[in-house]
């Protein structure tokens, strides 16, 4: 059985930082694209970011770049998405998802594409 426990959420301040984990069980994620979405109150979930297996191979959405870093830790099968300079924007819950058709490309990822789904974790920044 294949579970993503995302971890790492809370209540912040404007500026402050955060690292949210994704932990893995019942797969290796270096077999998976790995993706970090987020969705506010009544809106869409999006993605954040995504890495690819080699790690070197990044995508962030516009209005992160520059603040938050996505990486892996094979040894730990664990995904971390580091969020830096937080605004109150960036408040939402937070998805950890994995893609196991390693041919697309990371700007093609969405919601409806991904196989697997964690439960979430709520971010909220205070201004």
């Known amino acids: 059985q294949v579970q993503l426990v995302e971890s790492g959420g809370g209540l912040v301040q404007a500026g402050d930082s955060l690292r949210l984990s994704c932990a893995a069980s019942?797969?290796?994620?270096?077999?998976?694209?790995m993706a970090w979405f987020r969705q506010a109150p009544g809106k869409d979930r999006d993605i954040v970011a995504a890495i690819a297996l080699s790690g070197s191979n990044t995508h962030y959405t516009d209005s992160v770049k520059g603040r938050f870093t996505i990486s892996r830790d094979t040894a730990k099968n664990t995904v971390y998405l580091q969020m830096n300079s937080l605004k109150p924007e960036d408040t939402a819950v937070y998805y950890c998802?994995?893609?196991?058709?390693?041919?697309?490309?990371?700007?093609?990822?969405?919601?409806?594409?991904?196989?697997?789904w964690g439960k979430g974790t709520l971010v909220t920044v205070s201004s």
């Open positions: 998802a994995a893609e196991s058709n390693l041919g697309v490309p990371l700007t093609r990822l969405s919601r409806s594409r991904m196989d697997y």
């Open positions: 019942g797969v290796t994620l270096t077999s998976y694209i």
